[in-house]
């Protein structure tokens, strides 16, 4: 008898270990001042309070780490730009030299992040940035190769600039002393890194010109052509002519269907409190949730989906 109580217990232990609601989830976002994590925490908090779906999130280097997070097994979830999601499915790009990582799977697309060229006020374009001290994101993240292939665009490589990887906290803290002449930030806009700086010393945000814009599009095709109004920051007083890509969720894609499925319906279920928590939950919606998506999705969010006839037919 205490032998089957035993075995009782062990199977109890376990099930609550790898069922929905028994263990928390981590998910993986970026720099604390991005704003992958100030919408990772708000999105998270509305699936705990209205699914009861615990995430514990994690700050990190953004997209590219947060995808080798995944494949090491260290997170379930991350937010991660749909451009670097398709390097690493397809092993091309800088994820050539460590071959393809297929072990993610596509959840939803959540908003429009702004490719933010900060720069000293005296410099005019992204020309001009030759020589500078320039931070093209941190190690690991998606930034610095929307860096790179903007500098393509202009004929110019990082050989050109004296480059450093650096977060947006770290590359905002240096630019306000001084030791930066620009950074990059691809992030959803406002960013509260460059609202805090907005606070503190001015800069120009640059524009990226029509020709190079026109090449990077037919080169690089994630990119969609993106207007940042003037006042998304205090002293941005005309508007910006840039570029956007996608932040998307995706998880491990062995992560079980319900999981997911309950992930999903918990997020687009509940599009109000999220809004309510975090401005960039009003881009979120069911019409547009796999827009940019060029991977496999996970059977939860097909599921999910498919019921409410985004996908499938
Ligand atoms: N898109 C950025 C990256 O992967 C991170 C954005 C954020 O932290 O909000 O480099």
């Given at each position: 008898m205490k032998k089957f109580f035993a075995l009782l217990l062990a199977v109890c232990m376990l099930t609550a270990l790898t069922s929905c609601g028994g263990g928390k989830l981590f998910m993986a976002t970026g720099s604390e001042t991005g704003t992958y994590y100030a919408f990772g925490i708000a999105f998270t908090q509305v699936l705990k309070d209205k699914a009861g779906i615990e995430v514990n999130v994690q700050s990190t280097g953004a997209s590219k780490a947060n995808i080798q997070l995944i494949d090491a097994g260290d997170v379930d979830l991350a937010i991660v730009q749909n451009d670097v999601m398709d390097y690493a499915y397809n092993g091309t790009n800088t994820f050539a030299d460590e071959g393809a990582i297929t072990s993610f799977a596509a959840i939803c697309t959540m908003?429009?992040?702004?490719?933010?060229?900060?720069a000293r006020p005296d410099i005019k374009s992204i020309s001009d940035l030759a020589g500078k001290k320039v931070s093209v994101g941190d190690v690991g993240s998606g930034t610095e190769f929307n860096a790179a292939q903007i500098f393509e665009a202009y004929g110019m490589t990082f050989e050109d600039i004296q480059k450093q990887n650096l977060g947006f906290t770290d590359s905002a803290d240096k630019f306000k002393d001084g030791q930066l002449d620009a950074f990059f930030c691809t992030a959803g806009a406002p960013t509260v890194a460059i609202t805090e700086l907005?606070?503190?010393?001015?800069?120009t945000i640059l524009s990226i010109d029509a020709?190079?814009?026109?090449?990077?599009?037919?080169?690089?095709?994630?990119?969609t052509e993106f207007n940042m109004a003037a006042g998304t920051y205090a002293n941005i007083t005309k508007d910006v002519t840039t570029v956007a890509v996608m932040a998307t969720l995706i998880c491990d894609a062995d992560l079980d269907e319900d999981t997911v499925y309950n992930i999903t319906k918990g997020i687009y279920e509940n599009l109000e409190p999220i809004t309510a928590a975090h401005a960039k939950g009003a881009e979120l919606s069911l019409e547009k949730a796999t827009d940019g998506i060029s991977t496999p999705m996970h059977p939860g969010a097909v599921k999910y989906f498919t019921e409410k006839g985004v996908i499938g037919g």
């Open positions: 908003y429009p992040e702004t490719i933010q060229i900060v907005a606070t503190a010393t001015d800069f020709a190079e814009l026109a090449w990077l599009q037919e080169n690089y095709g994630y990119y």
